[in-house]
T-cell receptor, first 110, second 114 residues
Framework: QQKVQQSPESLIVPEGGMASLNCTFS?????YFWWYRQHSGEGPKALM?????GDKKEGRFTAHLNKASLYVSLHIKDSQPSDSALYFC??????????FGLGTRVSVFP | DAGVTQTPRHEVAEKGQTIILKCEPV?????LFWYRQTKIQGLELLSY????????DGGAFKDRFKAEMLNSSFSTLKIQPTEPKDSAVYLC????????????FGPGTRLTVL
């Protein structure tokens, strides 16, 4: 059974600062990795996906994947108050579908 | 394009009642998922349909939770009878593919069982 663990549980970041979120997974057959973001009162929404080792950048967001280390991370550059949300790491393998971590709550203060 | 819609947004039930939550997936999506979200357990998969066929019936949830897909554009989740521990946010999501495609989530139904 896939285990997905995220750290830290919560993060406070000044506006304009960098937020770094970590995620580890247990199944070496995992193939696809997602970051979802959930604002209060809404459902989660996909931010970005990554499936190759290395970095993937989309605007202010950069995901990093190291399958050998069972590790994926998300970095948010130039954090904005609108980035305050719950961030989920989600890991896919074809057998089990999508498994979510418990999330990291990011608070960006002006 | 309309996203995933869920009704009601809020539901309050007495212990022992039957409640039915509703979901309309994104048009054209083949897969539909029901999740329960709590702070302690996070997002837990309750049921999964592929092209209207039930693929995952929720394991530990199956005794009081029943999801149905009446047609490709409408699904329900019935909880019978409700218990206070069922208080949570229930999320519906849809996608083009089980394994690799993005899941699109609805806004959720917040259920409170007294």
């Amino acid at each position: 059974q896939q285990k997905v663990q995220q750290s830290p549980e919560s993060l406070i970041v000044p506006e304009g600062g960098m937020a770094s979120l970590n995620c580890t997974f247990s199944d070496r057959n995992s193939q696809y990795f997602w970051w979802y973001r959930q604002h209060s009162g809404e459902g989660p929404k996909a931010l970005m996906s990554i499936f190759s080792n290395g970095d993937k950048k989309e605007g202010r967001f950069t995901a990093h994947l190291n399958k050998a280390s069972l590790y994926v991370s998300l970095h948010i550059k130039d954090s904005q108050p609108s980035d305050s949300a719950l961030y989920f790491c989600a890991v896919n393998n074809y057998a089990q579908g999508l498994t979510f971590g418990l999330g990291t709550r990011v608070s960006v203060f002006p | 394009d309309a996203g995933v819609t869920q009704t009601p947004r809020h539901e309050v039930a007495e212990k022992g009642q039957t409640i039915i939550l509703k979901c309309e997936p994104v048009s054209g999506h083949n897969d539909l998922f029901w999740y329960r979200q709590t702070k302690i357990q996070g997002l837990e998969l309750l049921s999964y349909f592929r092209s209207k066929s039930l693929m995952e019936d929720g394991g530990a949830f199956k005794d009081r939770f029943k999801a149905e897909m009446l047609n490709s554009s409408f699904s329900t989740l019935k909880i019978q009878p409700t218990e206070p521990k069922d208080s949570a946010v229930y999320l519906c999501a849809s996608s083009l593919d089980w394994a690799y495609a993005e899941q699109f989530f609805g806004p959720g139904t917040r259920l409170t069982v007294l």
